[in-house]
């Protein structure tokens, strides 16, 4: 089975744009959770969909949203960047959601300007 | 909301067992506890999870105390390639539903 793959791998952006990040589940797994990583804060829960609908979300402001499709693959969006939005973005997918084991991608890396 | 506390970093000798306590004190009788880990440049690995009983894969280990109120991941015969961030997770509240906050882990560090 092909692992969760993130796409893109690298991005840079400056402070006021927008950017979104896509994740593609395991297949069959319809649970996807979104993570920011950051070396101050840690590994922060951002939000998690399952079957097109967000079912968590973590403590981080509405500039951050998400989506996911019919196929479980999912979009992270952020707009209006900020410095402190650099970080690494995470994303994995599991069966049933947060209480069964995730499994993670390799992480979008993001750098804001 | 339960939280974790864990060391920020520990060492450990190839092939002994290594110990990686974490403290809960607040959680709730029915929430699991996870254990993840993060090899640098990669994204998370689970470990193992559990509720009340001490758990065993292939893996690790997993002693919960009776009262819950904290745990134990040991890996047996710790290896070079074990050298990774470790965490402990318990379900947290949010604005929405529930998180799994990772945390900053515990740091362990293998050494030949």
């Known amino acids: 089975k092909a692992g969760v793959t993130q796409t893109p791998r690298y991005l840079i952006k400056t402070r006021g744009q927008q950017v979104t990040l896509s994740c593609s589940p395991i297949?069959?797994?319809?649970?996807v959770s979104w993570y920011q990583q950051t070396p101050g804060q840690g590994l922060q829960f951002l939000f998690e969909?399952?079957?097109?609908?967000?079912?968590n979300k973590g403590n981080f402001p509405g500039r951050f949203s998400g989506r996911q499709f019919s196929n479980s693959r999912s979009e992270m969006n952020v707009s209006t960047l900020e410095l402190g939005d650099s970080a690494l973005y995470l994303c994995?997918?599991?069966?049933?959601?947060?209480?069964?084991?995730?499994?993670f991608g390799p992480g979008t890396r993001l750098t804001v300007l | 909301d339960a939280k974790t506390t864990q060391p920020p970093s520990m060492d450990c000798a190839e092939g002994r067992a290594a110990n990686l306590p974490c403290n809960h004190s607040?959680?709730?009788?029915?929430?699991?506890v996870y254990w993840y880990r993060q090899i640098h440049s990669q994204g998370p690995q689970y470990i193992i999870h559990?509720?009340?009983n001490n758990e065993t894969n292939e893996m690790a280990s997993l002693i919960i105390t009776e009262d819950r109120k904290s745990s134990t991941l040991i890996l047996p015969h710790a290896t070079l390639r074990d050298t990774a961030v470790y965490y402990c997770?318990?379900?947290?509240?949010?604005?929405?539903?529930?998180?799994?906050?990772f945390g900053k882990g515990t740091s362990l560090l293998v050494t030949p």
């Open positions: 559990g509720l009340k």
């Open positions: 994995a997918s599991s069966l049933g959601g947060l209480y069964n084991e995730q499994f």
């Open positions: 607040t959680i709730s009788g029915n929430e699991y």
């Open positions: 297949s069959g797994h319809r649970s």
């Open positions: 997770i318990v379900r947290v509240a949010s604005n929405s539903g529930y998180a799994l906050n």
């Open positions: 969909y399952f079957s097109e609908t967000q079912r």
